[in-house]
């Protein structure tokens, strides 16, 4: 079984398209996404997926879903697995990750005691280690032999190869 991640629109839009060519070589394949639009969101204590626009896409995948057109293909919304317990690992990860995703969105020249910094740094750690805990809860319910991961180093996809790697799963890393 092969796990394809995808976390936004077009990276969802070319998972697929990746997925079909896995489909048709006859593997099995676990489409798990979110629909995120945006890179920062309101998490009160959970991330809000609720703009219009990701509702609307989260709407058209979860039909997708229902097709049944092709027997090897799963999707899965992440948001549908549970929390993992918090674990001291995956805190200090997170914050790793949070820092790269800060330097890679907001640049690394600015001040990284800016106030918009710290801001956005604590929100994406919001999502990561919420990512995080939603991807062990999928590993831990639907193991895997291999992980596309789009990047593998920012944002959420950072959460999901480091926690591949944490259980000595294959990982691909590719850009779109």
């Known amino acids: 079984r092969i796990l394809m991640l995808a976390l936004n629109l077009h990276h969802i839009q070319f998972c697929l398209a990746v997925t079909c060519v896995l489909l048709?070589?006859?593997h099995r394949v676990d489409f798990?996404?979110?629909p995120t639009m945006r890179h920062q969101r309101e998490c009160d204590p959970e991330p809000d997926y609720g703009n219009w626009d990701e509702a609307f896409m989260a709407a058209d995948l979860e039909r997708l879903?229902?097709?049944e057109i092709f027997e090897r293909l799963e999707l899965f919304?992440?948001?549908s697995?549970?929390?993992a317990e918090r674990r001291e690992d995956m805190e200090i990860e997170c914050r790793r990750l949070s820092?790269?995703?800060t330097a890679n969105m907001l640049g690394r020249s600015l001040d990284p005691e800016a106030e918009d910094m710290r801001s956005f740094e604590a929100n994406r750690y919001d999502l990561d280690i919420d990512a995080l805990r939603r991807l062990e809860s999928y590993f831990d319910a639907r193991p895997c032999d291999l992980?596309?991961?789009l990047n593998g180093g920012v944002m959420e996809y950072g959460a999901a190869y480091?926690?591949?790697r944490r259980r000595n799963i294959r990982v691909i890393t590719f850009e779109a």
Do not use: N, Q, T
């Open 162 to 164: 480091w926690e591949a």
């Open 77 to 79: 919304d992440l948001r």
């Open 32 to 34: 798990v996404w979110l």
């Open 99 to 101: 820092r790269i995703d």
């Open 81 to 83: 697995f549970p929390l």
């Open 147 to 149: 992980a596309l991961i």
């Open 24 to 26: 048709a070589r006859g």
């Open 65 to 67: 879903g229902r097709l």
